[in-house]
């Protein structure tokens, strides 16, 4: 398994000569890096000094870059489907549906994009994979699309066997499965795909939410623009449990990073590059792999019946916190995040919460 690195920041920010010099410092310490690029245009082939294409191909000693095309991408996801649908189904639906003929819709950028890099960490090639893309909310929703989905599949999966038409069709479903399908299902034929589904999500959220598997560094100028904008990006990444390792700050002329605020991250400032000269920028990152010791974003405290969130860059009033069932729901840049508290806590009414020193203190 590898461990994925991003970048955070509004645009115009340098993010991706920042991914460049990340990946080559791994590289030079002897990692075997994917630059994974999601920026169909050349500026990144034209930073590195050659053309990247969408298959990873070698560029340097321990060093390959690949650039995410989703049309290309879309295309080998949909082979992959109908292999599968032509191995189960005895009259396959999509054969005539051919992958050249598809277009990208949006959205589909993002999951085309996880799926690859999902893709390639599972060929363990890779001690490192860095991901340049595109740096926002867009970003942040791809990392928790495992947790959302998750969610989805749990709950409707839920409603569906709870219902009266879950209920009256699920005496058919084998026999009807056994006769369409070409192989002969035992056991749940619900339960069997989805909990397949599931292994996949469960693994795909645990690694987000483990900063030695994926982590994110904000970049910044000192412009207030940027700087709120990261703000924001450093709280909205703990919401789909994304760990921020720290700040590092391009930059600008007249720049003064001490008033920054992004305490308790460390804030590092970077020079510029002249040319293709890298060794300066490389040199001066800090330990990328310090994400290890930033605040997690969810701690839970069965002692004192306490969840704690950790949202930086937000204010009490951005902070919505409702409950619906066994969960909690906590809603803040845009973001919803559903908490699935510990069997201890689950069923039991909130008894309060206060927002304090940047964590969300929910009493159970």
Known sequence: MAFLLTFLGK??????????????????????????????????????GQEIGPQPQPIEPQLSAVQL???????ASWDQVKTLEAQYLRTP?????????LGVLPGMDSALALNAIRE???????????????????TLRMWGMPEILSWYTRRFRKVFQDSDLGRA??????????????????????????????????????AVNDPNRVAAFLVTTADPVSVVTAQYLWGSAQ???????????????????ESLAFNPLAVTALPQIAGRNWEPLVAA???????????????????????????????KKQVKLTQNGPEVTIEAGD???NILVPPRLAGKPVQGAKFQDQYLIISF
């Open 11 to 48: 645009g115009g920010v340098g993010r991706s000569t920042i991914a460049i010099a990340a990946a080559k410092r791994f590289a030079q310490t002897g990692k075997r890096v994917l630059l994974a690029v999601h920026d169909p245009t050349p500026a990144v082939a034209y930073l590195l």
């Open 69 to 75: 095309q989703s049309a290309a991408l879309l295309s």
């Open 93 to 101: 639906f999509f054969k005539a549906v051919y992958s050249e003929e």
């Open 120 to 138: 390639w960490d599972s060929e363990n090639a890779y001690d490192v994979i860095v991901y340049d893309g595109p740096g926002g909310l867009t």
């Open 169 to 206: 069709l699920s005496p058919f479903i084998q026999p009807v499965a056994s006769t369409v399908l070409s192989v002969n299902w035992s056991g749940d034929v619900l339960n069997q795909p989805a909990d397949q589904m599931n292994d996949l999500l469960g693994s795909g959220r645990e």
């Open 239 to 257: 919401q789909v449990g994304l760990t921020v390792g720290g700040v590092l700050v391009t930059p600008m002329a007249g720049d003064s990073i």
């Open 285 to 315: 990152l800090p330990d990328l792999g310090q994400a290890r010791t930033a605040p997690r974003s969810v701690t839970i405290d069965l002692a004192s019946n306490t969840v704690r969130l950790f949202l930086p860059g937000f204010t």
């Open 335 to 337: 973001q919803r995040r």
